[in-house]
């Protein structure tokens, strides 16, 4: 069964880089098939997607977000990585990594809380 743990800094200052880390294990972050992605959940907003990196290491973001984001693999390490970069207060929430599979995730993680304060 599949594992998915993220880690990173849980407080970041405005304007800086949100740098996050997910392990997984159980699989293969090349296995064919499935996509490996980043949502994060606001207390006020929801769920927000924000991007995914597939088995071959192409990747695709949200819209909004893509001038400030990027998402890397170490599949040495079996993980993969989020960087947000300028982050602001209103972006304080859970990130959470998960397994893609189709349309849907399928698998999560357990989330991260990050707080954007001074």
């Known amino acids: 069964q599949v594992q998915l743990l993220e880690s990173g800094p849980g407080l970041v200052k405005p304007s800086q880089t949100l740098s996050l880390t997910c392990t997984v294990s159980g699989d293969s972050i090349t296995s064919s098939g499935f996509a490996w992605g980043w949502i994060r959940q606001h207390p006020t907003t929801g769920l927000e997607w924000i991007g995914d990196?597939?088995?071959?290491?192409?990747?695709r973001y949200n819209l909004r977000l893509q001038a400030r984001t990027s998402i890397s693999r170490d599949t040495a390490k079996n993980q993969f990585t989020l960087q947000l970069i300028d982050v602001a207060p209103e972006e304080s929430a859970v990130y959470i990594c998960a397994r893609r599979t189709g349309t849907y995730f399928t698998d999560w993680g357990q989330g991260i809380q990050v707080t954007v304060s001074t």
């Open positions: 990196i597939f088995s071959t290491g192409n990747t």
